[in-house]
């Protein structure tokens, strides 16, 4: 009997397998396939989308849209192209190209709750609020499952100080949730599922374990609520947060127990979880209600005395300065500028400069020729990097962690910040209503780091005369 020929694969199934590859996070061996089937056909337009999706995976959004919009040229009318090309468009901050893009696909696919959500932060991204809100009632009435429009819809409440709606809206993120939005806090989550989660109901005698999640500024602001919890009948409160934050939460009033991250939570030690972010909303607060008594996070009075010692030799006024954060999507990455866009500030005199600046991003001070007091490598959590700010008479971050932690502390921070700012700084306003000693400075539409620190520079030359003691 005559052995069976061996079957040749077709395009579109060696396409699939690079899409399972995809799938999977195993973005080499698809873009391989992908290329093997360009070498044979240059006009696979799947071939070039997923090397499209491949790319924009890997950050490189420039090359995405090349590729996808080389797709787009052989397959005009394929929604889903569309959709992924504006995805890529507002990655680089082009949300007006983004806007036409999902508009095209909803011309071609009036029920894409995608495209409808995506086109909702398109809008958001140019100041049409009005619009983006009614986009994402429209992507969650064309899937009422779609958990990121109502996510998106959350967010977009409380920048307009919406809070009630907001934070009712925003209590839905673990359900569904794009692992994106939630990250490794969806894990911890999981973990929870089974035990009670606490409601706002009242306490009276419950041990109440709170959990963080996100990042360590989103932390810090809800730490406020912390000491609150005692009011509300808990007998017991203890908190398992991230290891930066273990020293600090121990010194916050009301706070029993503090567990690393780090460590595995014994079963039955709690009658009842709580995620941190959702504290606000199991208080109610409204704009008008946010606990805004600071300071909240304190430095045990040794420890202050250490980081005295160590800034004895820096001359007053001292201003703290943070150029950069982390940089996991290209929206945080605009949220960050380099050193030298401090030029101006720095060059105004009238203070001595001290960096608060972590990770990476502190290597800049190698190439720069100003004088800044560097101690970060002794700051190993967020409690010996409070006892520093406590030593100085002003910070000047962009949106960071320091920004938060300065404001707990009620120290006097200027907050820089670019017009599309996090939800936590509102619309328009310069100060804010989480942190009274705050003062927030917005790049105007179309503006850019320079022209936001020549105003900082002005701001401050008038106000140097009364450091310390700066007004916020």
Known sequence: MRAEEPQIATAKQVLQIARQHYGAGRMTEAASICRDVLDTDAGSFDALHLLGAIAHKDGNYDRAVKLIGRAIALSPDNPFFLNNLGEALRELNRPREAEQQYRRALALKADFAGAQNNLGNALKAQGRYDEAAASYQEAMRLDPAYTSARLNDALLHLLRSEYGPGFALYEQRYEGADPRHVSSARDLFDRMKDAPRWQGEPLAGKRLLVWTEQGLGDCVM???YLPLLKGRGAQRVMVYC??????LMRAMAGVDEV?????ILTDGTFDRHCPLMSLPHLFE???ETVPREVPYVRVAADLRQTWAAKLEAVARPRVGLVWAGAKRTLTESRRSTRLQ?????L???GAHFVSLQKNEDARQLEYVKWPLFDAMDECGDLLETAALIEQLDLVISIDTSVAHLAGALGKPVWLLTRGDSAWQWLLGREDSPWYPTMRIFRQPPGGNWHDLMTDVAARFKTMSMHLPGIAP
């Open 347 to 349: 060059d105004a005199g």
């Open 242 to 247: 991230a290891a930066p934050l273990v020293r």
């Open 222 to 224: 809800m730490m406020r």
């Open 285 to 287: 607060t409204r704009l």
């Open 341 to 345: 866009a401090f030029a101006p500030l």
């Open 259 to 263: 567990i690393s991250q780090d460590e």
